[in-house]
């Protein structure tokens, strides 16, 4: 909810601030937070229609996205029993005003992350260097994702924009390129294209990275010559993972385990063998619709044929995190049509 809020009111503000404040009361306890702007804000008579599916209000100089990032931001505030509301001027900003119900945790709870947990802390010796570029026009995506890299050990440059990314990939040859896909002038497909066109192109590895949540736009993605797709927001693992599948490339943990624990059950692809047709395409529809009750029904059906499947379905469901199983059921459907895929 913090994320999709927060890059809203950074998208949409091109002078002036963005301000989150947060407070908390007890017996009920509250969670209350709201994210302010001074950005373009939004007409009243948009403002009804501002949380509907695929809806985005015109937006001088806005970049265009799915148009669900606002009706996902107000389906899980519904699913935590909370509520969320619009307070916003036209041209002079917005105001969005989250509640939600929270129970008081012990201190022993609210402590900070453990080396259990794992984390990178760099990459084992030994192992060839690898030049990493971004290629993202959002200073505040490329910021975060050059210093995960930088701070693990590659070599990393930026270009920020498609055109500068053909270039720069044309002078510095880098192993694996990090592709977002919504850019203005030259996007992430029409710059995947022409690098592989250039000498050494074939060879080098690219990830798009997009919040799209549509079939046919990461179709396009990966025929346009992308090796893998990391939906946005990201995790570190995500990042991680997928460069350690299409480069090889072994970490230091801060764990005694080279790969976190929770990793070795995770959903794959040809896990799906499993699944009727019918049964992916209810299952695809309900996770579209973050349909809760419907996706927990589906794996209560799954595991009356397959305990280990529900296994692997039941944790991605039980954090929310329907893409990751969206993804896993596309991929295996490319796969099983004859369509090259990779299986992460």
């Known amino acids: 909810v913090l994320i999709n809020l927060l890059g809203n009111a950074i998208k949409y503000t091109k002078e002036g601030a963005v301000t989150l404040r947060v407070n908390a009361t007890p017996e009920p306890f509250i969670l209350t937070f709201e994210v302010e702007d001074t950005g373009v804000g939004i007409a009243p008579e948009d403002q009804v229609r501002v949380f509907d599916a695929f809806m985005q209000v015109d937006q001088p100089d806005a970049e265009k996205g799915t148009g669900l990032g606002l009706t996902i931001t107000r389906q899980f505030v519904k699913l935590m029993g909370g509520t969320i509301d619009l307070q916003s001027t036209k041209g002079e900003g917005s105001r969005f005003r989250v509640e939600l119900p929270v129970e008081q945790g012990k201190k022993a709870e609210a402590s900070l992350p453990t080396a259990d947990e794992g984390r990178i802390i760099g990459l084992k010796p030994g192992q060839p260097e690898h030049r990493i570029l971004i290629v993202e026009d959002e200073p505040e995506n490329w910021l975060l994702l050059q210093r995960m890299l930088q701070n693990a050990g590659f070599q990393v440059r930026v270009a920020e924009d498609g055109a500068q990314g053909v270039e720069m990939f044309r002078i510095w040859r880098p192993h694996f390129i990090w592709m977002d896909w919504r850019m203005p002038e030259m996007d992430g497909i029409e710059a995947t294209r022409r690098i592989r066109a250039l000498e050494g192109g074939p060879q080098v590895k690219i990830a798009a990275i997009s919040a799209s949540v549509f079939?046919?736009?990461?179709?396009g993605v990966l025929a346009a010559?992308?090796?893998?797709?990391?939906?946005?927001?990201?995790?570190?693992t995500d990042i991680f993972g997928c460069m350690a599948r299409h480069l090889g490339v072994e970490y230091v943990w801060d764990s005694a385990q080279s790969m976190p624990a929770e990793k070795a059950a995770a959903l794959r692809p040809e896990n799906l063998q499993a699944l009727s047709k019918e049964l992916r395409t209810e299952f695809s529809d309900a996770l579209l619709h973050l349909d809760r009750r419907r996706?927990?029904?589906?794996?209560?059906?799954?595991r009356e044929q397959d305990l280990a499947l529900a296994s692997m379905l039941t944790e991605p469901a039980s954090r929310l995190a329907y893409s990751e199983i969206l993804d896993a059921i596309r991929s295996f459907e490319r796969g099983s049509v004859g369509t090259a895929y990779d299986s992460a």
Do not use: C, H, L, N
């Open 215 to 219: 079939t046919s736009q990461q179709e």
């Open 225 to 236: 010559g992308a090796d893998d797709f990391v939906r946005k927001p990201y995790r570190p």
């Open 295 to 302: 996706v927990e029904e589906i794996i209560s059906r799954v």
